[in-house]
């Protein structure tokens, strides 16, 4: 079930309604409701898959507790720590990249003339959201392992934190200790939390109908037609790609924290305004922050994190993003994206300045950037588009071939879309767009905070209007990392 569905409009009033006027009387038959509703929310796309959600969930509840009956012998416990890997990375491997290394093995004998046929390769369907909920169920037997949580004896809970559908398909991947505390403890309604959760859900729309699929249609076809467009409008693809991802992935984050405001429960931050960035460090710091910390927690830490000399450190800095980027798709353009990431990443972490940036925001002394924050920020966001040829293209060859007519085809031409969409409307609505995040930087959580009245009620019209206005019926995009 899509968030921008009408299915979704219906569905999330109906749940709401069920956990605070029915069943709010009982903590387990609130989260036996979660369960059914989160099950119900995934099996709208293919019910069939719900199986693998439930198998992960009784691996991890029962490896959790064995893991924490032998705590004191290491060998035991680790043994249960890997098969909870094996299990959960094992449905990842074969739904996401069976084919992807049956074909690469392929590629690599017909690469020194020995040619096969990928008679192996089978026609499997990718679960939506599966990176996401397999990570959320390993960091559980993670933190039991390295004795930061104490497993819960509780099923229900457990299977409502693995299934909690407002994060469920595309987070934030959340941790044990957040999340399972909240849904092991009481809740209780508050019209401030449920009024922020709204407002939340009304700028999640926003970002994703307004800005997002407003721009997709664009981004198509430059990238579908590139030989045809010169540098100016390859550039300009590539931008709009930028701020498209960003509204769609930031705006569906804040979608599902603001539904989790609904029913009392706190999700963890993930996009903390990343577009203006003055590294490369500090971009990852603010872009997609649950998965960045899962790696540093869960692989970069325990590879020795930067405590083992500088080689060493940049080793693990180049693991953490070629496993990032394997992540993100099954796809060597992603690879490729993770790779280039760590070598924009490297030199900031051996100049020390990886932290710089980690508790202050852009303009946190003198409101309006300095100089200096403007240069960072503009190059630390051409980089990070330019990265992005490599996320957005079908192959590592098309990426090149991309760039190849950026370099070589350097003229300017107006783009004028196949549809006749006007250009000087999209660049009005990006900069309207960037200006007022640059206004509420400070607080991700909190879109419409401004301290007179009129001005909320005016914002909350115009953004309001501006969905009716952009909202298109006839197209149901889905989410870009849904396919993640």
């Given at each position: ?14 749940v ?39 198998f ?22 680790k ?37 096969m ?34 497993p ?19 987070g ?6 957040n999340?399972?505390g ?34 997709a ?78 790696f540093?927690?869960y ?20 693991i ?123 607080d ?5 905070k ?10 909350y ?24």
């Open positions: 079930m899509l968030f921008n569905s009408l299915e979704f409009l219906l569905f999330l009033p109906l709401f309604v069920l956990y605070w006027f029915v069943f709010n009387k009982s903590l387990r038959i609130q989260n036996l409701l979660i369960i059914v509703a989160s099950y119900v929310f995934y099996g709208w796309w293919d019910w069939r898959f719900l199986f693998l959600i439930a992960s969930t009784l691996v991890d509840f029962y490896v959790g507790q064995r893991i924490y009956n032998n705590l004191n012998d290491k060998k035991k416990a043994y249960w720590l890997w098969v909870s890997v094996v299990c959960n990375v094992g449905l990842l491997g074969f739904f996401k990249y069976y084919n992807f290394f049956i074909d690469s093995f392929v590629d690599a004998f017909s690469a020194v003339g020995y040619e046929k990928s008679v192996w390769t089978l026609r499997i369907i990718l679960p939506v959201g599966i990176s996401f909920y397999t990570f959320q169920t390993m960091s559980y037997a993670f933190d039991i392992y390295y004795k930061k949580l104490e819960t004896k509780n099923f229900v809970s457990f299977a409502a934190f693995v299934a909690f559908f407002p994060q469920l398909v595309a934030p991947i959340e941790r044990a200790s999340l399972l909240q849904i092991n403890s009481r809740r209780v309604f508050t019209y401030p939390q449920a009024s922020s959760g709204l407002k939340l859900i009304l700028w999640g729309f926003f970002k994703k109908l307004v800005i997002a699929d407003s721009l249609p664009i981004v198509d076809d430059i990238f579908a037609n590139y030989a045809d467009y010169p540098a100016s409008t390859l550039i300009l693809g590539v931008c709009l790609f930028s701020f498209q991802v960003y509204g769609d992935f930031s705006g569906y984050t804040d979608i599902a924290i603001g539904t989790a405001k609904l029913f009392g429960i706190e999700l963890m931050s993930n996009f903390k305004f990343p577009n203006f960035s003055r590294n490369m460090a500090e971009y990852w710091q603010r872009w997609h922050i649950s998965l960045s910390t899962w540093r927690h692989i970069y830490i325990p590879l020795g994190g930067s405590r083992v000399g500088k080689l060493k450190s940049v080793r693990n800095i180049c953490i993003f070629l496993v990032s980027g394997l992540w993100h798709g099954a796809n060597w353009t992603f690879v490729f994206w993770g790779g280039l990431h760590a070598l924009l990443y490297i030199p900031v972490f051996l100049m020390g300045r990886n932290r710089l940036y980690a508790d202050n925001v852009i303009g946190e002394r003198t409101w309006l950037p300095t100089p200096t924050e403007i240069l960072q920020v503009l190059l630390t966001f051409s980089l990070v588009t330019f990265s992005r040829i490599f996320f957005r293209s079908p192959s590592i060859g098309a990426a090149f071939d991309y760039i190849d007519r950026i370099v070589t085809d350097f003229r300017y031409e107006p783009y004028v879309h196949p549809m006749g969409y006007r250009m000087l409307d999209f660049f009005i609505l990006i900069a309207v767009f960037t200006f007022y995040e640059y206004l509420i930087r400070k991700e959580r909190s879109p419409f401004f301290k007179y009245r009129p001005v909320r009620l005016l914002l019209v115009l953004v309001v209007l501006s969905i009716l206005l952009f909202y298109d019926d006839g197209v149901n995009r889905s989410f870009i990392y849904f396919q993640f």
